[in-house]
């Protein structure tokens, strides 16, 4: 029996810290959403008692070290599966890019192998799960738009964002999300975003005021270590998006548009000078 899963990218609508805690995390306040942009899983059951990875992409490890491997593992020994599974990852998410890609792959494995062993964990449980794999995994196991705080793990859902289309343009740099935490003086931030804010304009399903309330303190590290993320912005912005932000610890930038008709503008214009660039629609 094969079991498929798609595992979507998610962006930071906005991404606050609060403050650093004593356990090396930061607190956060973020809302997140979806977007169609996805890796999609084949999983299949093994008689022997095996984890074994795959995947079309190069440039991902396919041993513990993948995050898929590693939800794999957490949920046989959890539950006590003797079965093996052989899963495979057709990666489409930009690895290291601040878009949650390794998250949403073991998100969805734990969501796949809930299926394929019949093992009946409810969805609570499976965040919880998720949380041990990673901040970002408990949002990308139920996917929609919604509040994290906590360290990420902490999820209300809220309204979708009105459909819209998002450009995604990730810059050949690597950015480590440890590092950019690492280097955030969480004290010193001196323009937060507003969660309430950005809540009200989901509520009222006002793209203008979503566009409006965009934010993520996060910038202020990734932009200062890579500047060719705000050249990036700042052309984005250039070729008519209507809000344009990083996402998460970067260096992904998105922009939402509005009308159809300016997408193949940014999309040209961005293509001139960054190879990797996607013209996709919210997950809504
Ligand atoms: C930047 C975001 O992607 C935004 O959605 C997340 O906050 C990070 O989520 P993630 O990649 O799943 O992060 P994790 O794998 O849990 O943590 C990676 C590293 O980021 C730092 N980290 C992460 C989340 C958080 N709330 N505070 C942190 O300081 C920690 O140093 C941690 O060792
Ligand atoms: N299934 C996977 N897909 C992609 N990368 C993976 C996977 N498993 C492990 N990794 C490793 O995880 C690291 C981060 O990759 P990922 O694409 O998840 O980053 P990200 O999008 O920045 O994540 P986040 O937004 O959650 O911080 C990479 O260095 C990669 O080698």
């Given at each position: 029996m094969k079991i498929y899963e798609k595992a979507p990218a998610k962006i930071n609508l906005m991404l606050d810290v609060l403050h650093k805690r004593p356990d090396g995390y930061h607190e956060v306040e973020m809302i997140m959403t979806m977007v169609d942009l996805a890796d999609r899983l084949e999983m299949s059951a093994l008689p022997r008692d095996t984890i074994i990875i795959s995947s079309q992409?190069?440039?991902?490890?396919?041993?513990?070290?993948n995050l898929a491997f590693q939800a794999a593992k957490l949920i046989k020994e959890r539950y006590n599966v003797r079965s093996g599974v052989y899963i495979h990852l057709d990666k489409k998410i930009p690895v290291?890019?601040?878009?949650a890609g390794g998250s949403s792959d073991a998100a969805a494995t734990l969501r796949g192998l809930n299926r394929l062993w019949d093992l009946g964990i409810p969805e609570e449980e499976l965040k919880e799960l998720g949380s041990e794999l990673g901040s970002d995994v408990p949002f990308c196991v139920t996917g929609g738009t919604a509040l994290a705080t906590g360290r990420g793990e902490v999820l209300s859902p809220l309204p979708n964002p009105p459909q819209c289309w998002v450009v995604l343009a990730k810059p050949p740099i690597n950015v480590s999300t440890a590092e950019v935490y690492g280097r955030l003086h969480a004290d010193q931030i001196t323009n937060h975003p507003s969660a309430s804010e950005m809540q009200e304009a989901l509520a009222k399903r006002s793209f203008n005021d979503v566009c409006e309330q965009l934010g993520n303190v996060l910038e202020q590290v990734t932009l200062t270590l890579h500047p060719e993320v705000a050249h990036l912005k700042e052309a984005m912005l250039r070729l008519g998006a209507d809000g344009v932000l990083m996402s998460g610890s970067g260096p992904t930038v998105f922009g939402l548009v509005s009308?159809?008709?300016k997408v193949s503008r940014i999309y040209n214009g961005l293509r001139g000078f960054c190879k990797e660039v996607y013209a996709v629609r919210l997950l809504t």
């Open positions: 992409a190069g440039y991902i490890p396919l041993d513990e070290k290291a890019a601040g878009l009308k159809e008709s």
